[in-house]
Structures are given as structure tokens and as C-alpha cells.
Nanobody, 116 residues
Framework: QVQLVESGGGWVQVGGSLRLSCAAS????????MGWHRQAAGKQRELVAT???????NYADSVKGRFTISRDNAKNTVYLQMNSLKPEDTAVYYC??????????WGQGTQVTVSS
């Protein structure tokens, strides 16, 4: 069984930084795209960033220049470095990955709160 487990969320002041991690485990022989989404209270889930197996990245306009997605293929782990955080970045952040050429898996989510 495949699992994605996120860590690194928490509370931070405006302008601060956080680094999220998401490790995939289980019966894995291939991981293609990995990414992060977020969902703020009362809003729909939205894409934050994605990264291909080859390292190509894509970002939502709202986070370009502030967030950086990366991955360690040897560890089956994706990261999200978040800098210059704003109150509107407050949300539950979910990682996802397309695994074994079969389906997308999702993590359980980690709360990020940016306080002014």
C-alpha cells in the first residue's frame, strides 16, 4: 500500500519561511509528477506547484518567486520551500504524486498558518 506523509507545517509570522516535506512509501517502482496543492477555509483546493520526474517545475502565479518545489528521487520525497509568507498563504497543504503509472495519491494535509 502506498502512503504519502507530509511534515513541516506550522505557525509563522508574515515574511517568515517554512519548509514542507512529503515522503512516499510502500510498493513503489515509479513516481512521475509530484506536487503541492492547498485549500484555505471556505475555498476550493488549488494547485501550488508541481515537479516532474526530470525536475521541470510549474508554479501558481500567486507563489512564483516565493516558493520553490524540489524533490529527492532517491528518497521518494518532495519539498516545498516557502519564503516571504503572507496571510493569504494560510491553508492546509496537500502533497500528491502520480505513482506506478496507475493513479494519484494524496497526503493527509498539513496546516500552514501565517499570522500578522
Amino acid at each position: 500500500q502506498v502512503q504519502l506523509v507530509e511534515s513541516g507545517g506550522g505557525w509563522v509570522q508574515v515574511g517568515g519561511s517554512l519548509r514542507l516535506s512529503c515522503a512516499a512509501s510502500g510498493s513503489i517502482f515509479s513516481i512521475n509528477d509530484m506536487g503541492w496543492h492547498r485549500q484555505a477555509a471556505g475555498k476550493q483546493r488549488e494547485l501550488v506547484a508541481t515537479i516532474s520526474s526530470g525536475g521541470s517545475t510549474n508554479y501558481a502565479d500567486s507563489v512564483k518567486g516565493r516558493f520553490t518545489i524540489s524533490r529527492d528521487n532517491a528518497k521518494n520525497t518532495v519539498y516545498l520551500q516557502m519564503n516571504s509568507l503572507k496571510p493569504e498563504d494560510t491553508a492546509v497543504y496537500y502533497c500528491n504524486a502520480f505513482i506506478n503509472w496507475a493513479r494519484h495519491y494524496w497526503g493527509q494535509g498539513t496546516q500552514v498558518t501565517v499570522s500578522s
